[in-house]
């Protein structure tokens, strides 16, 4: 039962990470969509290798079932033998026995193994009924309980160029970066549009317009706010798509940081994108 157990559970891990990489695009989700082959790689080895080992484990069982035929066999023939001249049979102790014998005193902590073995299904059984969706508000109100800081150092190579008389789209980092470090001042005048979910500000003068920036995986996410102002505030978690333009940012006496600031003019719901992080 232990070695099914094992089996078993690599089979639907395999199959997690399947479903979440080829049948859907949840993956993307959890990492980078330039590591889904990996991700697909990795389920299809673990279904392979969950198979396998089945495989081989009932390859065992049949060579254990018919080794005990023939230990019978050769009980009944030396029965049958010490009956014919008159001694009693010699009959050896079955290996079987010797090693139930042997691991007789560690029987109780593998029925407790194979009980936690199952509660790792728990966490399958959500991503194959109810795969979790990309991290959200709750995430970012995890993240404010400490000061906001600076958006990573854009790392784009090309050149971000903005014209006039034209909705110009820009991703939250880019924005970031011409509201704080663009010394010609090219949002000054220009009609941005922006795509995040909403978030509360708690404030009544505006709400954060949202992007989570990933370098791998969920895990090491760093939130991108724009404060959103002459706008209602959409839902919650709401995706929503803010065209409007950049309010210039006033003299501070301090050097803590705020996020760049937005006037809109424009707010659409828009679906979750197939990538929801930057």
Excluded at 25 to 38: E, I, M, Q, T
Excluded at 58 to 84: M, P
Excluded at 89 to 95: D, G, H, L, N
Excluded at 99 to 125: C, I, M, N, S
Aim: charged content about 20%; hydrophobic content about 45%.
């Amino acid at each position: 039962m232990h070695r099914v157990t094992q089996n078993l559970l690599l089979l639907l891990l395999g199959g997690a990470l399947l479903k979440i990489s080829v049948f859907s695009a949840d993956v993307a989700n959890y990492v980078k969509p330039g590591f889904r082959p990996l991700v697909i790689a990795a389920g299809v080895a673990l279904v392979v290798l969950a198979v396998a080992a089945q495989a081989l484990d009932h390859g065992r069982s049949r060579s254990a079932a018919r080794r005990t035929e023939v230990r019978r066999a050769r009980a009944a023939e030396e029965a049958h033998l010490a009956a014919l001249i008159g001694r009693d049979p010699v009959v050896p102790a079955p290996e079987h026995e010797r090693e139930r014998e042997h691991a007789g005193g560690h029987t109780g902590g593998h029925t407790g193994g194979h009980g936690v073995a199952w509660l790792l299904v728990a966490p399958l059984a959500v991503i194959f009924l109810i795969a979790p969706p990309a991290l959200g508000s709750f995430a970012v109100r995890q993240a404010t309980q400490t000061p906001h800081v600076p958006p990573p150092t854009l790392v784009e190579a090309r050149s971000i160029v903005l014209k006039d008389g034209r909705v110009n789209v820009l991703s939250m980092l880019e924005f970031a970066h011409l509201a704080l470090d663009d010394p010609s001042g090219s949002l000054r005048g220009k009609t941005v549009r922006l795509t995040g979910f909403a978030v509360p500000s708690g404030r009544d003068d505006g709400w954060y317009l949202t992007r989570m920036r990933i370098g791998c995986c969920a895990a090491d996410a760093l939130t991108m706010q724009v404060m959103v102002k002459g706008a209602p505030e959409p839902k919650t978690d709401a995706w929503v798509r803010v065209t409007g333009t950049w309010i210039p940012r006033k003299a501070r006496g301090t050097d803590a940081y705020s996020p760049p600031e937005m006037s809109a003019s424009r707010v659409e719901r828009v679906a979750v994108p197939d990538e929801p992080y930057e």
